[in-house]
């Protein structure tokens, strides 16, 4: 493989699904990669209402987030990357999909980079005050999710 030694992606280096450099990031296989791409360019097409519900800082030193960020979630699909000009020159970034890989669903996603949480969604916010009230559909799964890591007193009212 072409990743230098120790590379964290050189474990689970598969020739037929191969580590890709795009720019600055460096995606763990083309799957990645591709998905990552799919992700953001069909967020940003015509008629597609995408919000950023949220946005919290965590702190790259919490170990809480380095887990959700490096570790396995089950019953999530992840989407893992390093952006190799970061501050660190090693900053790994990762999208966890909550809701939206199927036909019809709303979608709803996190981002985690830069020792941040990024919720974002399609489903049409409801006037309200609290969050849980404005997407009733996507706060429950975030709420879940982020309890399991010992986070969800981040998730803002």
Request: net charge negative.
């Amino acid at each position: 493989s072409a990743l230098p030694p120790r590379h964290p992606y050189g474990r689970t280096y598969d020739s037929r699904n191969p580590p890709i450099r795009y720019g600055d990031w460096l995606y763990p296989s083309f799957t990645a990669f591709m998905r990552r791409m799919v992700l953001c360019d069909w967020c940003e097409q015509q008629g597609v209402d995408e919000t950023g519900a949220f946005r919290v800082r965590v702190g790259c030193g919490d170990e809480r987030y380095q887990r959700l960020l490096t570790g396995p979630i089950g019953g999530y699909t992840t989407i893992d990357y390093v952006y190799e000009e970061g501050e660190g020159g090693d900053e790994r970034e990762r999208f966890i999909i909550l809701k939206g890989t199927k036909e019809g669903d709303i979608a709803a996603y996190l981002v985690l980079c830069d020792g941040r949480i990024f919720l974002y969604t399609t489903e049409a916010e409801i006037e309200s005050q609290r969050l849980s009230g404005r997407f009733p559909i996507t706060t429950p799964l975030v709420r879940t999710l982020l309890t399991k890591h010992g986070l969800a007193h981040l998730i803002p009212e």
